[in-house]
């Protein structure tokens, strides 16, 4: 299988619309592609606070319609990143797409955990409730979004569902790139599943982005891994080796739930 990543340059100096054509035809380049990537809240920045209430759009939006062409020209799977989603009933929502090859939508992820503590996201978005998988023909997707990959419940969640790729798009930031690389590992060799990370490169809100989009196998060894701009991961990988990982080092059977709290 072969997966596109595309690390996109987001900064102040190229406007919404304007990123979101330079994108369009990006992925339009993808052609012969299984699956391609795009990062978290590319159109305005993952930490442009101030925008995500002018450049919220309805689901089914700019973004939306140039990102259903783009897959269906290039005939690949597209998880088009995510938008700022404003919710007729009012709310907005950091939401990620999916695509099919022929520009149809198969899924639509609320991230769960918003980021910023007491700002940011985490007060201007709602949360998702609800996890998402997607059946392609030679695997289950698993989405999560950015922060999201801080909690290892919520990947557990996708693999109890079927999920064997994880795909977690992001806008994360330098100063914690060590944690993004680690983790993106760990959840890896935790579910004994692929995982693939797109990143943001560029600076955004005075944020500098961290980039190093990266792909890991079932075994946590790094299939590839971007550097700091703008560029396309492109990496091939056999979706078998989630099967052949869980079989032959079966620590997943292992798993003992409903664990007790501590006697007091
Ligand atoms: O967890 C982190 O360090 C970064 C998370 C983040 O930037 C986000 O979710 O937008």
Not at 59 to 81: C, I, R
Not at 121 to 139: H, I, K
Not at 200 to 229: F, K, N, Y
Request: hydrophobic letters at 45%; a negative charge.
């Amino acid at each position: 299988m072969r997966a596109s990543l595309l690390q996109i340059d987001v900064n102040e100096g190229e406007s919404v619309e304007s990123r979101r054509r330079r994108v369009a035809a990006l992925v339009r380049e993808q052609a012969g592609a299984d699956l391609v990537v795009l990062p978290e809240l590319w159109t305005t920045g993952a930490f442009a606070y101030d925008g995500f209430a002018d450049e919220a759009e309805p689901l089914e939006g700019p973004t939306y319609e140039a990102m259903a062409k783009a897959a269906s020209d290039a005939g690949v799977w597209l998880h088009a990143g995510s938008i700022p989603e404003r919710d007729p009933e009012g709310p907005l929502y950091n939401t990620s797409l999916v695509f099919s090859p022929s520009g149809e939508p198969v899924a639509a992820y609320r991230k769960i955990h918003r980021f910023g503590f007491d700002k940011g996201e985490a007060v201007l978005m709602a949360a998702g409730e609800d996890l998402v998988t997607v059946r392609l023909p030679e695997t289950t997707l698993g989405v999560a979004t950015c922060y999201d990959l801080r909690f290892p419940e919520l990947f557990r969640g996708l693999v109890d569902a079927g999920a064997e790729t994880l795909v977690v798009p992001a806008g994360w930031p330098e100063r914690r790139r060590a944690h993004w690389t680690l983790l993106a590992q760990a959840r890896a060799v935790e579910n004994q599943a692929f995982v693939l990370a797109c990143g943001t490169a560029g600076t955004h809100a005075g944020v500098p982005q961290a980039g190093h989009s990266i792909v890991v196998d079932p075994w946590g060894e790094v299939l590839a891994q971007a550097g700091a701009g703008e560029q396309v991961l492109t990496v091939e990988f056999d979706p078998g080796k989630v099967a052949v990982t869980r079989d032959q080092f079966p620590a997943l059977k292992d798993r003992m739930l409903g664990l007790a709290a501590p006697r007091r």
